[in-house]
T-cell receptor
Framework: AQKITQTQPGMFVQEKEAVTLDCTYD???????LFWYKQPSSGEMIFLIY??????QNATEGRYSLNFQKARKSANLVISASQLGDSAMYFC??????????????FGTGTRLTVIP | GAGVSQSPRYKVAKRGQDVALRCDPI?????LFWYQQALGQGPEFLTY????????KSGLPSDRFFAERPEGSVSTLKIQRTQQEDSAVYLC??????????FGQGTRLTVV
């Protein structure tokens, strides 16, 4: 089974509008972390936001917020007030076993976001 | 430098050729990761170093892939006898914590 599922290959949003990118995850660990990365055409993976499995509040970083629904195993990214520079690939990722030292990230297949002027 | 640096940015190799990809992590970062990103896919884990120790190499697809970090800073990913299926972007990341990992821009390898 896929550890991270992103069901939206592509999304379009009007400039200045909000958009939600979906992510569901699969793990039997109690301790894990969820991440969102942005990958522009230059190829670099840019860290956007992090949510720990024990965090009770949804994470926010500027225009980015993570809608964490633990029972549903979803970690959707919400981008508010979209800008043209937000056009990129967005990847959801998970790190399991935070307390045992396991460190690698599992990534989804990504969502290509296009912001329309 | 300020960020993770990878070289070369682009590499074209003939099938059967050996290649070496270099990663300069952020100074002081003890953790270093290599990922492989095929076209249209998300990155997939290859291997992990903590300082000079390779603690996890479970993601290396075959024994043609070898990674080292002899002095706990610069790392090299070597692919021997390259095959067409090795064509991908190879990403390096370094981190200090379990939260944020900083990625380089990657090396795009094309095997012809």
């Amino acid at each position: 089974a896929q550890k991270i599922t992103q069901t939206q290959p592509g999304m379009f949003v009007q400039e200045k509008e909000a958009v939600t990118l979906d992510c569901t995850y699969d793990t039997s660990d109690q301790s894990y972390g969820l991440f969102w990365y942005k990958q522009p055409s230059s190829g670099e993976m840019i860290f956007l936001i992090y949510q720990g499995s024990y965090d009770e509040q949804n994470a926010t970083e500027g225009r980015y917020s993570l809608n964490f629904q633990k029972a549903r195993k979803s970690a959707n990214l919400v981008i508010s007030a979209s800008q043209l520079g937000d056009s990129a690939m967005y990847f959801c990722a998970m790190r399991e076993g935070l307390r045992t030292g396991a460190n690698n990230l599992f990534f989804g297949t990504g969502t290509r976001l296009t912001v329309i002027p | 430098g300020a960020g993770v640096s990878q070289s070369p940015r682009y590499k074209v190799a003939k099938r059967g050729q050996d290649v070496a990809l270099r990663c300069d992590p952020i100074s002081g970062h003890v953790s270093l990761f290599w990922y492989q990103q095929a076209l249209g896919q998300g990155p997939e884990f290859l291997t992990y170093f903590q300082n000079e120790a390779q603690l996890d190499k479970s993601g290396l697809p075959s024994d043609r892939f070898f990674a080292e970090r002899p002095e706990g800073s610069v790392s090299t990913l070597k692919i021997q006898r390259t095959q067409q299926e090795d064509s991908a972007v190879y990403l390096c990341a370094s981190s200090l914590s379990n939260i944020e990992a900083f990625f380089g821009q990657g090396t795009r390898l094309t095997v012809v």
